[in-house]
Nanobody
Framework: HVQLVESGGGSVQVGGSLVLSCAMSGDTSRRNCMGWFRQTPGNERERVASIRSVDGETYYIDSVKGRFTISRDSVNNTLFLQMNSLKADDTAMYYC??????????????WGQGTQVTVS
């Protein structure tokens, strides 16, 4: 069983920065892909960034490239999302997720409860 707990969300002004954290517990050794997703009311959840454990390959949705950075502290089992130059369009509920498979674009198996980011 894997538990994911996000933190670090909040309200920030346009152009500001936030760091989201995701604490992972349980059997984390087989979680090959870790990712951050976001969702706004009435819209589908989208994958913002992901990182693959085996080779460190990262993915970013086009709208956050150059502004967001995903990283993982394997020793402390924590996933981070550094968000800079935030825009109003970044306002959403952000979710941490993990999957066992190595194709990080596919469906994720484990989800956190979400943390709200509001940019205004």
């Amino acid at each position: 069983h894997v538990q994911l707990v996000e933190s670090g969300g909040g309200s920030v002004q346009v152009g500001g920065s936030l760091v989201l954290s995701c604490a992972m517990s349980g059997d984390t050794s087989r979680r090959n892909c870790m990712g951050w997703f976001r969702q706004t009311p009435g819209n589908e959840r989208e994958r913002v960034a992901s990182i693959r454990s085996v080779d460190g390959e990262t993915y970013y949705i086009d709208s956050v490239k150059g502004r967001f950075t995903i990283s993982r502290d394997s020793v402390n089992n924590t996933l981070f999302l550094q968000m800079n130059s935030l825009k109003a369009d970044d306002t959403a509920m952000y979710y941490c997720a993990a999957r066992d498979g190595v194709v990080c674009a596919r469906q994720y198996d484990y989800w956190g409860q979400g943390t709200q980011v509001t940019v205004s």
